[in-house]
């Protein structure tokens, strides 16, 4: 479903505003056809250059990918820093990734993208930010790195994240010993994640109302109606045409979302293009799911369910609910829907378990806590000689049972 110019020029200035640029002129120019040397036609980049010299601006941002001579050209017809939408986001990561991950990921992609691009000629204009340097200016160490160094750097950065990833499989692997079920939060930016973490959890992560809040998936652990406990995650945003070279750079995210046990789709249903960022979503995960060293399953749509956010501004959940299509209306920001969605995911886990009754030796403690600790005790019996438990187990964990000393 094609997004509304309009809405594309709102996310755009969203986008830049939410790294301090300040916006003092927009406008969107249709293109009847991409000029490989400029992208846009003449009359067109006459009528910016003309804004630029109105408003005595710096920088431009266009919001499409262009191609490094295109970048190069436009830079020099209008006497200005140019950046693409790539460049922009990838300012955005730079700036919000706080984990040693996270930070090395950006670096990783900001590389890249820097190698076919020349930087050198940014040279002469005064510098606005930091950052990772698109936005920067004279002074900041990428302007006067070489291509070779550039690879020199991505070797050592991929080396880098290969030592991290290692260690979070191994905190992954701790986590499936507790085991407690993953419900990971996905969405495009914007949609609420956050707000919702946070009302589930108790927790304090960082909400706003802006694109790309938060960037670092983090974890939280909630207790379900039934006094069954999960991990709650939250993941970074998606966003439509998201860079290639931030593909690799969502892989710690997307692996959490691959080992959830339920995801949820989180949708701000309130957005006039909800349904479109919802394809996007879908998308990326789809393409996840493709190949055979995929790192989500085909199935992921099975475990997925719809949570439509922000229905306080369009006259609370009972709106909402009518024509949600299969869809949970919340309002994260109330506290709306939050009960009926703690009951669905409750309801959720308990469908994937099977309920078995044992009988244990009382002279067995280890056996009989292990069941405590890792399964929803439903009865017990006490008789001479012999215990009698019925328990609620996931899979994984009633074939645990069986390999137990």
Same mark, same amino acid.
């Given at each position: 479903?094609?997004?509304?110019?309009?809405?594309?020029?709102?996310?755009?200035?969203?986008?830049?505003?939410?790294?301090?640029?300040?916006?003092?002129?927009?406008?969107?120019?249709?293109?009847?056809?991409?000029?490989?040397?400029?992208?846009?036609?003449?009359?067109?980049?006459?009528?910016?250059?003309?804004?630029?010299?109105?408003?005595?601006?710096?920088?431009?941002?266009?919001?499409?990918?262009?191609?490094?001579?295109?970048?190069?050209?436009?830079?020099?017809?209008?006497?200005?820093?140019?950046?693409?939408?790539?460049?922009?986001?990838?300012?955005?990561?730079?700036?919000?990734?706080?984990?040693?991950?996270?930070?090395?990921?950006?670096?990783?992609?900001?590389?890249?993208?820097?190698?076919?691009?020349?930087?050198?000629?940014?040279?002469?204009?005064?510098?606005?930010?930091?950052?990772?340097?698109?936005?920067?200016?004279?002074?900041?160490?990428?302007?006067?790195?070489?291509?070779?160094?550039?690879?020199?750097?991505?070797?050592?950065?991929?080396?880098?994240?290969?030592?991290?990833?290692?260690?979070?499989?191994?905190?992954?692997?701790?986590?499936?010993?507790?085991?407690?079920?993953?419900?990971?939060?996905?969405?495009?930016?914007?949609?609420?994640?956050?707000?919702?973490?946070?009302?589930?959890?108790?927790?304090?992560?960082?909400?706003?109302?802006?694109?790309?809040?938060?960037?670092?998936?983090?974890?939280?652990?909630?207790?379900?109606?039934?006094?069954?406990?999960?991990?709650?995650?939250?993941?970074?945003?998606?966003?439509?045409?998201?860079?290639?070279?931030?593909?690799?750079?969502?892989?710690?995210?997307?692996? &959490? !979302?691959?080992?959830?046990?339920?995801?949820?789709? =989180?949708?701000? $249903?309130?957005?006039?293009? #909800?349904? /479109?960022? *919802?394809?996007?979503?879908?998308?990326?995960?789809?393409?996840?799911?493709?190949?055979?060293?995929?790192?989500?399953?085909?199935?992921?749509?099975?475990?997925?369910?719809?949570?439509?956010?922000?229905?306080?501004?369009?006259?609370?959940?009972?709106?909402?609910?009518?024509?949600?299509?299969?869809?949970?209306?919340?309002?994260?920001?109330?506290?709306?829907?939050?009960?009926?969605?703690?009951?669905?995911?409750?309801?959720?886990?308990?469908?994937?378990?099977?309920?078995?009754?044992?009988?244990?030796?009382?002279?067995?403690?280890?056996?009989?806590?292990?069941?405590?600790?890792?399964? &929803? !005790?439903?009865?017990?019996?006490?008789?001479?000689? =012999?215990?009698? $438990?019925?328990?609620?187990? #996931?899979? /994984?964990? *009633?074939?645990?049972?069986?390999?137990?000393?």
């Amino acid at each position: 479903m094609p997004r509304a110019a309009e809405a594309r020029l709102a996310e755009a200035v969203g986008l830049a505003a939410s790294i301090g640029v300040t916006i003092v002129h927009s406008a969107i120019h249709p293109l009847r056809q991409r000029r490989p040397s400029t992208l846009l036609g003449e009359g067109q980049v006459a009528m910016v250059r003309q804004a630029l010299e109105e408003q005595e601006a710096k920088l431009v941002v266009v919001d499409a990918a262009l191609t490094p001579v295109q970048q190069r050209n436009l830079e020099r017809e209008w006497g200005a820093k140019v950046i693409d939408r790539t460049g922009l986001i990838l300012e955005i990561f730079g700036e919000r990734a706080r984990t040693r991950e996270g930070s090395l990921q950006v670096e990783l992609a900001h590389l890249e993208y820097q190698r076919t691009r020349l930087v050198r000629s940014w040279t002469h204009l005064e510098r606005q930010r930091g950052g990772f340097g698109f936005l920067g200016g004279p002074g900041e160490s990428q302007i006067e790195i070489d291509r070779r160094l550039i690879g020199e750097r991505i070797v050592k950065i991929k080396r880098e994240l290969e030592q991290v990833r290692r260690t979070r499989g191994l905190h992954r692997k701790a986590r499936e010993r507790v085991p407690y079920p993953v419900i990971a939060l996905v969405g495009y930016t914007n949609a609420g994640k956050s707000t919702l973490f946070n009302a589930l959890t108790g927790a304090a992560v960082y909400a706003q109302d802006q694109l790309f809040a938060t960037l670092d998936p983090t974890m939280r652990q909630i207790t379900l109606p039934s006094g069954r406990n999960a991990i709650l995650s939250d993941t970074v945003g998606f966003i439509s045409e998201l860079p290639t070279q931030l593909i690799e750079a969502f892989r710690a995210t997307l692996e &959490e !979302v691959a080992a959830a046990d339920i995801i949820l789709h =989180v949708r701000d $249903v309130a957005h006039p293009d #909800s349904i /479109a960022q *919802r394809n996007d979503v879908s998308g990326v995960l789809d393409e996840m799911a493709e190949g055979p060293d995929a790192p989500l399953d085909a199935g992921w749509r099975a475990r997925t369910i719809e949570v439509l956010n922000k229905a306080d501004l369009l006259g609370g959940v009972e709106a909402i609910a009518a024509r949600a299509e299969g869809g949970l209306a919340v309002s994260a920001l109330e506290g709306e829907g939050l009960d009926e969605l703690r009951a669905v995911l409750d309801q959720r886990l308990s469908a994937s378990m099977t309920t078995e009754r044992f009988d244990i030796e009382p002279t067995d403690g280890a056996r009989l806590a292990w069941l405590y600790r890792h399964g &929803e !005790v439903l009865e017990r019996e006490d008789e001479e000689g =012999v215990i009698h $438990v019925t328990v609620r187990l #996931s899979p /994984a964990d *009633r074939a645990r049972y069986d390999q137990l000393a």
